[in-house]
């Protein structure tokens, strides 16, 4: 050993140990798998089952069909057999899984037959094995069946081999979730015998197409397939163990397998070729589908095409990547070479040879640029694939009215031709027809402008070459021009109509970058998921042109609808949007899932979870079939999602700040109360203890002094209770402003006279000019602002030094300014002294640090600031602004 | 005359017993009550002079005992409550209570509360003698209809001269803004609180000698004015 790479790597370790936690939490899936049907698969299921509830297995029967075989019947009872739900379809009534049933039952273990069943529609989900999906995810473990021939990836080598299409698919990814495998195996011999007595029952299919089903050679054949398919997950499971365990080296090679998909009717096949492959490799595989220029201008069924086999290889297990290009070639190499791809999987070439020779083949190009990776050609191969879920699309009329602007500009040609034909040759009239066929084909594209071509020969044999109005030719030269003008023509039209559709490719591009540019940005800027969601929902309510809902989880987790949202929605809906929510994906019109709603609903996601769902209703239910408009809006949910994240983070941040702060404060607070409360109850117990205790002793003058001291000690702490109080008050909210008009005059002298004794040595200059107007303000309030400020004043100057209280008044508010002669505050502390518990260097006396921050508190509550200046004179003002608020009292009535 | 009878209903036991100390040592006789009922029947069998009444109690609402002693009395009612309770204040004011001390007060403050209520009780029965009123530099004859700020006669607007008047008939007692705005203007102006503000200004501009530092005129802040009596 010794060698790095043969160690179990760490993320591989830690990746696995998740996916075990997840499938605890889980249901397990037990899967009896079969070639073909009549091996026994339901029989052995329920066997299992039986055997389970011996055991104590809380065991359900949520959907078995045994087709009336008596043996099967015999097993089902005593088993408790979960009702079916019957579901009206067209007058008949079906009986299908009650999904619903099953989850509010809550069993330990259901049995679910026919895994690749299709629900009738009106169902929740389309598929049987989506249901199953939601068993599991509810934690609920699941046994059911599933023959080969319904595998997505061996779906058309069933179809080869047995000449019977199988419409009725899962994808091999549901079978890989599988915990448990197991095979139920009878030969082929003993099946055909079982067929013959009418044992085996085919649903959905022809009695013909049964007999040739049932055929020696086709069993042998979903034998091997079968067996094959069972040998491959066992090989996977032992490679695991292997891995877990360390034992030898067990990926050959970091294999990445890339298949390039093509608008091609074999696409779909090269996928499944690619799965197998893939498989068998033990890779991770990739599906990439260039986007050039020219396939924007493809027809839609074969956009749908693409956007199916996209889908299928996606169920398959793979990543599914557009990748936006002028040549195909370049754009796979390029994306191969970025993601380590080893192995590129493309079809054989279907173009003719001639143009193979021309133009040169996509495998060519490939071949070429490849290097080091390896190109896998498969044979190509019409398939009628099943349609995955149907894309309905509308024919779009053909728009005649550009093959009249064609005729048009070729009867306009011929017009000047025939104007200027006495001066000019046969030859230049050609010349004149062409500037006609580029006008149109700049112009209306490909079609018109190859319509015209033919026109323009045709105008110019008719009327300008001999003999003259008729279509005859005299002279075989005529034919060679014609043959070079028709060519010509079609080459222009072919480059024209290139030149437009890489011209629409790039608009529609950037159409899609800027809107999706202009959402971002916007929602970068944008703060609160109210704003954002405002903007989220305008926005894609403008691109799609359809109302938008969003569905948000409330406190408990439910969803509700967004207040902004552009429709409302019932509780039907918000099932889906909850569905939607729960197991991120997107439901509703246009999916497999819930198709019969409304609105299409996309999950919400971000890096944390799902955030929400969005709906889009649009006016025209199929306006979203287009795959680029369903992935930009799966690209816009995917913004809108991360800018919800977003702010929920900055809110939990911010909240986070806030108890640091608050916590902080508390700590600041306590320490600073206890010093500030300690202190004074210090000096009044000392003081009023030495009284008590040697009274008689003291003279009157230290008596009288001690008493002074507990007076003002008491004072101080009365200070402090009734700051921390305000403080208290402030903070809370609890603070109402009871605001009237005030003379400032009648506050500044309530402050000054409350002080009294504090201020009894100290020259006050209060300038108030006459005819400064009435404040609005709490009088109470602002009087402690004063108060505060003129305490500061007094504590941290000189006991002679003088204060200064100024008042001045614009038309929006009077700034009031309280103004000392002591040594100002430290330079750059201008704005600190608001905070709460900063202290000055006091020069005499100590507070809590509150009352400027209570100060700012009231300012603010008044809508007016305050902010500390040092002035040039010496000393420090601080100066607040009450505004004017408000419509003035009614003048007070003059008396004589 | 004898010691006048105070009737303090207080239930803190510490406060209680400083206002004992400071109230018998001044010659006065006091009862005390722990509770509001308990002060309801004091003042209703010790016939006091001065309430003096905490509107935190235990039991009952401050107020509502205020209410119920008015009902039969009109004792002079002194209220002791915090700073920051305005709102309160002026509510136990309109209830009925004479004026308020706000805690935590000294023995002196309270000492003049009481003497102002003392000598309200005494002035309603011999009106005459308080025709004139002197305090510090001021002087107002009311027989004349004469102001004298340190002997200088003082012109004054009929208004000014009656907020004046208004305020010397309650001398050294709280007057809420209500008060003022009923008995000067009227009970249909008790809405335009700040004609009280700036008649005021006017009042103090023309008696004060520094009207932002008052020595007469003083504010209650949210609660009314008290003209200085001593």
């Known amino acids: 050993m010794g060698v790095a790479g043969e160690r179990p790597d760490p993320d591989a370790l830690l990746a696995r140990v998740k996916d075990e936690e997840a499938r605890k939490r889980r249901g397990a899936l037990k899967v009896f798998f079969g070639a073909a049907a009549g091996v026994g698969k339901t029989y052995a299921m329920l066997d299992a089952a039986r055997e389970q509830r011996a055991d104590g297995v809380d065991v359900v029967v949520g959907y078995v069909e045994t087709h009336g075989r008596a043996e099967t019947d015999a097993l089902l009872a005593g088993l408790e057999i979960l009702p079916a739900r019957l579901a009206e379809y067209h007058g008949a009534t079906l009986r299908e899984f009650d999904l619903d049933g099953a989850l509010a039952r809550r069993p330990a273990l259901i049995l679910v037959d026919e895994l690749a069943h299709t629900n009738a529609p009106g169902s929740r989900h389309a598929k049987r094995w989506q249901d199953v999906l939601e068993l599991l995810d509810a934690g609920i473990n699941v046994y059911t069946t599933v023959n080969v021939q319904h595998l997505e990836s061996l779906n058309d080598v069933v179809a080869k081999i047995t000449g019977v299409v199988v419409r009725e698919t899962v994808p091999d990814s549901v079978l890989e979730q599988a915990d448990e495998f197991e095979l139920i195996d009878l030969p082929p011999d003993e099946l055909l015998e079982r067929f013959k007595d009418g044992k085996v029952y085919m649903p959905d299919q022809a009695q013909e197409a049964i007999r040739n089903f049932f055929r020696k050679g086709n069993l042998i054949a979903l034998r091997e397939l079968a067996l094959r ?480 001291s507990i007076r003002e000690e008491a004072d101080r702490l009365n200070r402090l209770v009734q700051n921390l109080l305000e403080m208290t008050r402030l903070e809370s909210g609890a603070l109402q402003l009871s605001k009237e008009w005030h003379p400032l005059e009648e506050v500044i002298g309530a402050a000054l006279s409350r002080l009294g004794k504090r201020l009894a040595d100290r020259r006050v200059d209060t300038r108030v000019p006459p005819d400064l107007p009435l404040v609005p303000i709490d009088d109470v309030l602002v009087e402690q602002v004063l108060v505060n400020l003129l305490d500061n004043a007094i504590k941290y100057t000189p006991s002679a030094s003088p204060i200064r209280i100024m008042a001045t008044a614009t038309d929006e508010a009077v700034t009031v300014e309280v103004a000392d002669r002591g040594p100002g505050l430290p330079r750059g502390e201008e704005d600190k002294v608001f905070e709460k518990f900063y202290r000055g260097q006091p020069t005499g006396g100590r507070g809590a640090g509150l009352g400027l921050a209570i100060c700012q508190g009231i300012v603010k509550a008044h809508g007016g600031h305050i902010w500390a200046q040092n002035l040039p004179e010496g000393g420090v003002a601080f100066l607040f602004t009450l505004p004017l608020a408000g419509k003035p009292p009614a003048s007070v009535p003059a008396d004589a | 005359m004898p010691d006048p009878v105070v009737v303090l209903i207080e239930d803190e036991p510490q406060i209680r017993r400083f206002l004992r100390a400071t109230l018998t040592g001044q010659g006065y006789r ?146 809420t803004h209500q008060q003022l705005l009923r008995e000067v203007w009227g009970p249909s102006h008790t809405e335009q609180a700040h004609y009280a503000r700036v008649y005021m200004a006017h009042l103090r501009h023309k008696l004060e000698a520094e009207p932002a530092r008052p020595r007469y005129l003083l504010t209650e802040p949210g609660v009314g004015y008290r003209l200085a009596a001593e």
């Not at chain 1, 090679?253 to 096949?269: N, Q, W, Y």
């Open chain 1, 229 to 708: 398919r069972t040998a491959e997950r066992v090989d996977a499971q032992m490679r695991v163990y292997m891995h877990e365990h360390a034992i030898g080296k067990v990926w050959p090679t970091a294999e990445r397998l890339l298949v390039c998909i093509s608008p091609g009717p074999d696409s779909a096949r090269l996928v499944r070729a690619a799965k197998r492959m893939a498989d068998r490799l033990g890779a991770p595989w990739v599906a990439a589908y260039v986007e050039t220029p020219a396939q924007l201008r493809l027809p839609a069924n074969v956009r749908d095409r693409v956007t199916q086999t996209l889908r299928l290889a996606e169920q398959l297990g793979a990543e599914v990547v557009t990748l936006p290009g002028q040549k195909m070639s370049e754009a796979i190499l390029a994306f191969a070479r970025d993601r380590n791809v080893t192995k590129i999987v493309v079809g054989k070439p279907r173009r003719p040879l001639w143009k193979r020779i021309v133009i040169g083949s996509i495998v060519d190009a490939l071949v070429k640029g490849s290097g080091d990776i390896n190109i896998e050609v498969i044979s190509g191969g019409r398939e009628d694939a099943a349609p995955i879920a149907p894309v309905l699309r509308r024919a779009i009329p053909t728009d005649w009215a550009p093959y009249g602007w064609a005729t048009t500009v070729v009867a306009l040609a011929s017009g000047v031709a025939w104007l200027t034909l006495p001066f000019f040759e046969l030859a230049d009239l050609v010349m004149v027809y062409l500037l006609g066929i580029v006008v149109v084909a700049t112009r209306y594209g490909r079609g018109p402008s190859l319509v015209a071509s033919v026109l323009s020969v045709g105008a110019l044999d008719f009327l300008f070459v001999p003999p003259v109005f008729t279509f005859a030719v005299s002279d075989v030269r005529y034919v060679f021009t014609f043959l070079v003008m028709l060519l010509v023509g079609i080459v222009t039209s072919n480059l024209a109509a290139r030149i437009r559709m890489q011209a629409e490719a790039a608009r529609q591009r950037e159409q899609r970058t800027a809107a999706l540019y202009a959402l971002s940005r916007e929602l970068a800027s944008t703060r609160g998921v109210d704003e954002l969601l405002k903007i989220a929902v305008r926005h894609i309510g403008e691109v799609f042109r359809s109302p938008v809902v969003v569905l948000l989880p409330g406190d408990a987790g439910v969803l509700t609808a967004w207040s902004g949202s552009q429709f409302a929605v019932d509780a039907n809906e918000l099932g889906v949007g909850r569905w939607v929510y729960e197991h991120r994906q997107a439901a509703g019109l246009g999916t497999a899932t819930l198709p019969g709603a409304s609105a299409l609903y996309l999950p919400l996601v971000a890096p944390r979870g799902p955030v929400g769902a969005l709906g889009i209703r649009p006016a025209d239910r199929h306006a979203l079939d287009a795959p680029e408009q369903l992935h930009q809006l799966e690209t816009f949910a995917n913004q809108t999602a991360l800018a919800i994240e977003r702010a929920y983070l900055a809110d939990e941040a911010q909240q986070a700040q806030v108890r640091i702060e608050t916590e902080r404060l508390r700590n600041s607070l306590l320490s600073s109360v206890s010093h500030d409360l300690r202190t004074p109850l210090a000096t009044i117990t000392g003081a009023a203890s030495t009284i008590l205790e040697s009274g008689e002793r003291l003279d009157a003058r230290t008596r009288h002094e001690l008493l002074e």
């Open chain 2, 30 to 175: 006091l009862f005390e009550a722990a509770t509001g009922a308990d002060g309801v029947v004091e003042v209703g069998s010790r016939q006091p002079d001065v309430v003096i009444i905490d509107l935190g109690l235990p039991d009952t609402d401050g107020l509502d005992v205020i209410r119920h002693i008015r009902e039969w009395t009109d004792v002079p009612i002194i209220v002791l409550s915090a700073r920051g309770q305005e709102r309160d204040k002026v509510t136990a004011l309109d209830a009925g209570a004479d004026d308020y001390v706000s805690k935590p007060f000294g023995a002196g403050e309270l000492l003049a509360r009481i003497r102002v209520a003392l000598r309200h009780t005494a002035g309603a029965s011999h009106e005459g003698d308080d025709a004139v009123f002197k305090v510090g530099g001021l002087r107002v004859d009311q027989l004349h209809r004469q102001v004298l700020v340190n002997e200088q006669e003082v012109h004054l607007t009929p208004i000014e001269y009656k907020l004046l008047t208004t305020l010397v008939h309650h001398a050294g007692k709280v007057v």
